[in-house]
């Protein structure tokens, strides 16, 4: 690294110092050389970003660097949060010159802005400063304490959403606007999945899945135009939990995981420790290790099927309408003073008598059941109140 000048100022020598990529060395084709400028009168500084040497780079995104023009979510080889149709930012060949200023620094967060977004960009490290530490010990949680870090945080214009270059990399890149603390939590949450080795994978249907719903789960208000449940429920409904999508791109797969797991822990009442500690490769593995039930799919889809009917379009605000707890009524013609018993699957529906009061049934309404389960009924004689 070159001799910097004395009259460099000490926010760009902290800078220098502090951005952990600065001067790292690497090896084999998993950098691109470039520099970052701190203001047009100071010295250079070498700059180095890391990428997953075993995500190579498609023919496709080298012209698109070349021609300086976008790089398509469905070919980038980056772990993305975008919203549906999105593009993340082309990334040229060779890097041009980075201008960051480093907005401020906690235990485990360095956070920088570039330096044209000014005291916007100031204003958005800062909201991430505030949180970042709150939200990682949160997230910790979840992971059953599993460790990773320290982070570099680099605010981009624009509202591309945020990626960062494999699902263990650390150094994460966010779009400049309003929802930045949801942006950097759902892809510290992907390091994490990382760090956890159990399964989840920040690049598939799945863990794309839970890393957008655990960042919902700490910033509620922030999901917005990255919902992506209506698009499971407006499609066929392809079954996304006994497989997984290799993919983190498709809106289809994706509302199928967040749904799910929002079922796991809204319907059916799992913490989000349990939920992300039973990970698997698929969404049924975590299912079956929570339940001991192989049934994953078939209830939950059931269940929504009840409440949104195929073919009939849904624009949900959110990605969790759980607990859907209305439940139909059916009406059962039973002998006198009997048990019951019916066959169902799916949405237990309230059972009521005609002429007889259904005194108490198991399991009660509003569950979801497997295949097959049998609901039973003591009924007693006489109008219901």
């Not at 606007?177 to 939590?185: A, K, M």
Request: charged share 15%; hydrophobic share 40%; proline share 8%.
């Amino acid at each position: 690294m070159p001799r910097q000048s004395r009259d460099v100022p000490q926010h760009a020598r902290a800078i220098n110092k502090r951005i952990p990529h600065c001067g790292v060395r690497h090896t084999r084709r998993d950098c691109f050389p470039s520099r970052v400028f701190f203001d047009d009168k100071l010295v250079e500084v070498p700059m180095s970003t890391s990428v997953n040497v075993n995500e190579p780079v498609s023919p496709h995104d080298r012209r698109a660097r070349a021609e300086g023009g976008t790089i398509s979510t469905t070919t980038a080889r980056h772990s993305v949060l975008v919203e549906p149709g999105g593009v993340i930012p082309h990334i040229p060949f060779p890097l041009p010159p980075a201008v960051y200023v480093l907005a401020g620094s906690t235990a485990n967060f360095e956070v920088a802005y570039d330096n044209t977004l000014r005291s916007e960009g100031q204003a958005l490290a800062d909201a991430i400063l505030g949180r970042c530490e709150q939200d990682l010990s949160q997230l910790r949680s979840f992971f059953g304490g599993a460790s990773a870090g320290p982070f570099s945080i680099f605010i981009d214009p624009g509202t591309f959403g945020a990626y960062h270059f494999s699902c263990a990399g650390t150094e994460i890149h966010c779009a400049a606007f309003d929802l930045e603390n949801f942006l950097n939590c759902a892809e510290v949450d992907e390091v994490l999945m990382a760090a956890q080795a159990k399964g989840w994978n920040c690049g598939a249907s799945a863990g794309e899945g839970l890393s957008r719903v655990l960042a919902t789960e700490l910033h509620p208000a922030s999901l917005g135009r990255f919902a992506s449940a209506s698009h499971w429920l407006n499609s066929p409904r392809p079954d996304w939990v006994t497989r997984t999508e290799g993919t983190d791109r498709d809106y289809v797969s994706i509302g199928c995981a967040t749904l799910f797991i929002n079922y796991l822990r809204h319907q059916l009442h799992f913490s989000f420790a349990q939920i992300v500690q039973a990970g698997g490769t698929t969404l049924q593995q975590t299912y079956e290790r929570l339940t001991g039930s192989a049934d994953a799919f078939g209830p939950f889809a059931s269940l929504l099927e009840a409440r949104f009917p195929p073919g009939v379009t849904v624009n949900l605000p959110s990605d969790n309408p759980f607990p859907l707890s209305a439940v139909p009524d059916v009406m059962f013609d039973p002998a006198k003073l009997a048990g019951k018993e019916v066959l169902l699957s799916g949405l237990v529906p309230k059972f009521i008598g005609a002429g007889q009061i259904v005194n108490s049934q198991t399991p009660p309404a509003g569950e979801v059941v497997p295949g097959g389960s049998i609901v039973s009924m003591h009924l007693v004689q006489g109008e219901p109140p």
